[in-house]
Each structure stands twice: as structure tokens, then as C-alpha cells.
């Protein structure tokens, strides 16, 4: 159980086109998703809190313009790279937590590996 | 703030040996401590945590963490390495600043078995 999906699992795009990333909960509903950037040989970094139904909450430093999350469903939400640049190429993780109070811990997606030629 | 810190960017082991990956943690209040593992290109798996109870947990894999409060470190601990171990490993701790369960990561320790 606890299963996140991510898609697609690599995206090639050119400079200054956007590109979205899906984020799903397959065997149950998540009302909070993170999105992560992980640079090469990095940490993560959080991006952004996302909750089902409400704005999503950035970290400081993100670009939520930039960086456009949408969390319409318990079982889905998505990233938005608007305007992609070479700098934004990047490994982009989600993950999803189970309703508050149960397990506590997060569950990952595979990950998106963006490439901006 | 909670932070978690990871002193070792890479730990070397022979398979069949013995590893301990380090962790280190500053939190207000208890902490809820989590180890995942990364291998190349993919996303993180969960091996273990410790939220309360006993100090030894054991998780996935036959990995295990020992929760020392007065040292304030959370090690991963194997008892005999294998190969597929080799991989990208995390130690986090829940930010208990926010509702929101978000986790604060170490740097990342990379763990290379040796036949």
C-alpha cells in the first residue's frame, strides 16, 4: 500500500516552453503532497506544501509563478514549470502523506528527471 | 528549527562487515526521526522510524537505527553489509514547526559496499 506515482518519468523540453508534472496517490487519499527539487549529488529541497483544495504553501526562496502547483484532487497534484530554462533541469520528487495523525511518514514518488535544452 | 546532520559523505564498507551510517538531530520538543534510502534515479523509500518507544528500531531490509536522546543521534546500522546496499542514503526529522508534517533532510550520506 501507499503507493505515488509520478509522470512522466523524464521530460525533455526547449528553453521557454512549460512543462507539467503529475504527482498521484494510487491506493489512497492524500490531503497533503510535498514537491521536492533535488540537484545532483544534493540534498532535497523542499519546494512547496500542497493541499487539496486550498493554495499551495511555497518556501521562501521558491517562485510560485514560476513553480505553479495544483492539488484539485485527494489523489492528485501537479507541478507546473512555466517558462523553462536551462537552470531549472532538475530531478523533481513529490511525495504524499497519509490523513493527519496516521504513520507520520511521507511516501515517495520515483521522481521526474527535467532536462531544458 | 529542527535540523539533522549527516557528517559523512560517503561511508565505505566491505560486504559482510558491519555498517553504521551517522545522524545527528536538533529539535525542539520530541523528535520523529525517519531514515530513507535513494538508489540512482529514483525516488526515496522509507526504511525506518522512531516516533516513541523503544530506542532500537528496526526497519527494512534489515536495517536498524538506535534513538540515543543524550547523544542526540539517530545512526542506521546493518550487521552485515551486502552489496545492493550500495545506494544514497537520508536521515530526516519532522519539522514540528508547521501542521504540516514536512521533513527536514541531512545532506545525504552515500554508502558504497565492496564485494
Known amino acids: 500500500g501507499a503507493v505515488v506515482s509520478q509522470h512522466p518519468s523524464r521530460v525533455i523540453c526547449k528553453s521557454g516552453t512549460s512543462v507539467k508534472i503529475e504527482c498521484r496517490s494510487l491506493?489512497?487519499?492524500?490531503?497533503?503532497m510535498f514537491w521536492y527539487r533535488q540537484f545532483p549529488k544534493k540534498s532535497l529541497m523542499l519546494m512547496a506544501t500542497?493541499?487539496?483544495?486550498?493554495?499551495?504553501?511555497?518556501e521562501q526562496g521558491v517562485e510560485k509563478d514560476k513553480f505553479l502547483i495544483n492539488h484539485a484532487s485527494l489523489t492528485l497534484s501537479t507541478l507546473t514549470v512555466t517558462s523553462a530554462h536551462p537552470e531549472d533541469s532538475s530531478f523533481y520528487i513529490c511525495s504524499a502523506t497519509l490523513p493527519s495523525g496516521s504513520r507520520n511518514e511521507q511516501f515517495f514518488g520515483p521522481g521526474t528527471r527535467l532536462t531544458v535544452l | 528549527a529542527q535540523s539533522v546532520a549527516q557528517p559523512e559523505d560517503q561511508v565505505n564498507v566491505a560486504e559482510g562487515n558491519p555498517l553504521t551510517v551517522k545522524c545527528t538531530y536538533s529539535v525542539s520538543g520530541n523528535p520523529y526521526l525517519f531514515w530513507y534510502v535513494q538508489y540512482p534515479n529514483r525516488g526515496l523509500q522509507f526504511l525506518l522510524k522512531?516516533?516513541?518507544?523503544?530506542?532500537l528500531v528496526k526497519g527494512s531490509y534489515g536495517f536498524e537505527a538506535e534513538f540515543n536522546k543524550s547523544q542526540t543521534s539517530f545512526h542506521l546500522k546493518k550487521p552485515s553489509a551486502l552489496v545492493s546496499d550500495s545506494a544514497l542514503y537520508f536521515c530526516?526529522?519532522?519539522?514540528?514547526?508547521?501542521?504540516?508534517?514536512?521533513?527536514?533532510f541531512g545532506t545525504g550520506t552515500r554508502l558504497l559496499v565492496s564485494p
Open positions: 530526516a526529522v519532522r519539522d514540528t514547526d508547521t501542521g504540516f508534517q514536512k521533513l527536514v
Open positions: 522512531y516516533i516513541t518507544g523503544d530506542n
Open positions: 500542497s493541499n487539496e483544495g486550498s493554495k499551495a504553501t511555497y
Open positions: 491506493d489512497f487519499q492524500a490531503t497533503t
